[in-house]
C-alpha cells in the first residue's frame, strides 16, 4: 500500500476512532462506575468486534447490507433499542454501589454484538473496504495492512476513553456527581441513537 494511501487510512482512522460516538461513551462510563480493570472486557471487545465487521464486510457482507433496505433498517432499530435501553439504565444510578444493579456491565459478547448495531462502526468498515480494499488487484494484502491499523485505533480509543472514566472514578463517588455524570452520558446515548435515526 503507498503511503500517501496509508496516511490517509491512519488520519481517518484517528479521526473517527477518537470522535464520540457509542462506543467511547460507553467505555468512559463502564470505568467511571466500576473501574477500569472491569471496562477492560468491553474495551476489548470493540477492536475483536470491528476486526469482524471489517473482514465481513470485505467478504460480501457489506454490499448484501446496501441492497437490502429492510436489513438496514433492522441494524439501525437493534442499535438505536440497545442504546436506548442502555441510556434509561444509566440515568438511574447515582451511586458506585448500584451501577451494577443498572445493568451497566456490558459482557465482552454484548460489546462485540454491539459493533454489528453500531452505525458509526458499519459507515467506517464502508469508507475503509471501499476506499483502501475493495477494487484492487491485491486486495488481501491491503486487508492485512488494514485490519491491525484498524484493531489498535479501536483498542487505543477505547482503552484511552475508559482511563479517563477511571481517573475521573474517585471525583464521581461525591455527592450527586456520578448521577448527573450518568445522566450526561445517557443524554449523549440517546443523541446518538438519534444520529443513527438520522444517518
Known amino acids: 500500500m503507498p503511503a500517501v494511501e496509508l496516511t490517509a487510512l491512519l488520519i481517518l482512522a484517528a479521526a473517527m476512532s477518537f470522535s464520540p ?12 462506575n466500576h473501574g477500569l480493570r472491569p471496562s477492560l472486557r468491553f474495551v476489548c471487545a470493540v477492536p475483536f468486534g470491528w ?16 441492497a437490502l433496505p429492510a436489513l438496514r433498517w433492522a441494524i439501525k432499530a437493534l442499535g438505536i433499542g440497545y442504546l436506548l435501553w442502555l441510556a434509561l439504565r444509566l440515568s ?7 451501577a451494577q444493579g443498572h445493568g451497566l456491565a456490558v459482557p465482552f459478547w454484548q460489546g ?13 468498515m464502508f469508507t475503509v473496504v471501499g476506499g483502501w480494499v475493495a477494487g484492487h488487484a491485491d486486495a488481501w494484502q491491503r486487508l492485512a495492512v488494514v485490519l ?3 484493531a489498535f485505533f479501536a483498542l487505543a480509543s477505547n482503552l484511552l476513553y475508559a482511563c479517563i472514566g477511571a ?6 463517588a461525591q455527592g450527586q456527581r456520578l448521577l448527573w455524570f450518568n445522566r450526561v452520558m445517557a443524554l449523549l446515548l440517546v443523541l446518538t441513537a438519534s444520529w443513527m435515526l438520522l444517518a
Open 21 to 32: 460516538g457509542p462506543n467511547t461513551t460507553l467505555a468512559a462510563t463502564l470505568a467511571a
Open 51 to 66: 476486526c469482524l465487521l471489517l473482514l465481513l464486510t470485505a467478504a460480501g457482507v457489506g454490499a448484501l447490507v446496501l
Open 92 to 98: 438511574r444510578a447515582g451511586q458506585l454501589a448500584q
Open 112 to 124: 462485540v454484538g454491539l459493533q454489528f448495531v453500531n452505525i458509526k462502526a458499519w459507515l467506517l
Open 148 to 150: 491491525p491499523v484498524m
Open 167 to 172: 481517573l475521573l472514578r474517585g471525583w464521581l
